[in-house]
Antibody, heavy 116, light 107 residues
Framework: EVQLVESGGGLVQPGGSLRLSCTASGYTFSSFSMTWVRQAPGKGLEWVSAISGIGTTTYYADSVKGRFTISRDNSKNILYLQMKSLRAEDTAIYHC?????????WGQGTLVTVSP | DIQMTQSPSTLSASVGDRVSITCRASQSISISLAWYQQKPGKVPKLLIYKASSLKSGVPSRFSGSGSATEFTLTITSLQPDDSATYYCQQFKSYPYAFGQGTTLEIK
């Protein structure tokens, strides 16, 4: 069974940094692209970033470009999202997902709260 | 960037009804479209990919159609368990984008 488990969320002050992790199991991690999607409280889904299977190609939403960095460690089956210069509007649940162009499955998510 | 617009934003229907949700793309995306279902407090689940391909295990009451800029998610014989928010997503080009969501209420 494919499983994705996020971690690393928490409360951070505006301007601060945080690194999210997503640990994958149940499939050959390096064979698939991965993506991060976030959902602000009470709001819709927002695609954030994606990375190719071997990690050489990355994509970002304009809202996070220059502040967030996606990466992966295929030896450990872990996806990362390094977030810097965090803003209140980055407050959301962050989900990782296996990226087949469509997203399946999704992890349960980790909550990031940016607040003084 | 490609923008996705769903209509309606909310929808109310009865058990046994047939409902349709529309998703429009700001430019042609061929059939590069997926549909997801999200229940309150739960993780989004893939229903349909490539506009009309039903994910294995998803009830056949769900179907997708369309191409280019206009797409439809149709649910027949509505069940109480179908109460959820539905999102479309384009994967024609980055940045990928979701529609704003359609909340379906079962009366």
């Amino acid at each position: 069974e494919v499983q994705l488990v996020e971690s690393g969320g928490g409360l951070v002050q505006p301007g601060g940094s945080l690194r999210l992790s997503c640990t994958a199991s149940g499939y050959t991690f390096s064979s698939f692209s991965m993506t991060w999607v976030r959902q602000a409280p009470g709001k819709g889904l927002e695609w954030v970033s994606a990375i190719s299977g071997i990690g050489t190609t990355t994509y970002y939403a304009d809202s996070v470009k220059g502040r967030f960095t996606i990466s992966r460690d295929n030896s450990k089956n872990i996806l990362y999202l390094q977030m810097k210069s965090l803003r209140a509007e980055d407050t959301a649940i962050y989900h990782c997902a296996r990226d087949l162009d469509w997203f399946d499955p999704w992890g349960q998510g980790t909550l990031v709260t940016v607040s003084p | 960037d490609i923008q996705m617009t769903q209509s309606p934003s909310t929808l109310s229907a009865s058990v046994g009804d047939r409902v349709s949700i529309t998703c429009r793309a700001s430019q042609s995306i061929s059939i590069s479209l997926a549909w997801y279902q999200q229940k309150p407090g739960k993780v989004p689940k893939l229903l349909i990919y490539k506009a009309s391909s039903l994910k294995s295990g998803v009830p056949s009451r769900f179907s997708g159609s369309g191409s280019a800029t206009e797409f439809t998610l149709t649910i027949t014989s509505l069940q109480p368990d179908d109460s959820a928010t539905y999102y479309c997503q384009q994967f024609k080009s980055y940045p990928y984008a979701f529609g704003q969501g359609t909340t379906l209420e079962i009366k």
